[in-house]
């Protein structure tokens, strides 16, 4: 079992920086594929960005350029950087885990709200 639980979120200016955070417990979070998505009311959840095990990442097109995700497994957390936000970047962001590279996530945090207006 591996329990993530979100950090970072608020309220910020169009332009403006926020680092969120995902602290994973219950595991070591080495040997996961780890991601970020997000999702805004009446919308599907949408991939943001993804980092394998490996350290390989990918990136929404509506982000890339902009946010910039990596993973401390030493400290079992994995970042997302965003910079230069947007009112569209609006949205609850959560983090996800998976075992298998090509699955849906097997564990999910709750998620925490990121809101770009001034």
């Known amino acids: 079992q591996v329990q993530l639980v979100e950090s970072g979120g608020g309220l910020v200016q169009p332009g403006g920086s926020l680092r969120l955070s995902c602290a994973a417990s219950g595991s070591i979070i080495s040997i996961y594929h780890m991601n970020w998505y997000r999702q805004t009311p009446g919308k599907q959840r949408e991939l943001v960005a993804d980092?394998?095990?490996?350290?390989?990442?990918t990136y929404a097109d509506s982000v890339k350029g902009r946010f910039t995700i990596s993973r401390d497994n030493a400290k079992n957390t994995v970042y997302l950087q965003m910079n230069s936000l947007k009112p569209e970047d609006t949205a609850v962001y959560y983090c996800?885990?998976?075992?298998?590279?090509?699955?849906?996530?097997?564990?999910w945090g709750q998620g925490t709200q990121v809101t770009v207006s001034s």
């Open positions: 980092i394998t095990s490996g350290g390989r990442t």
């Open positions: 996800g885990a998976r075992r298998l590279l090509f699955s849906d996530n097997d564990y």
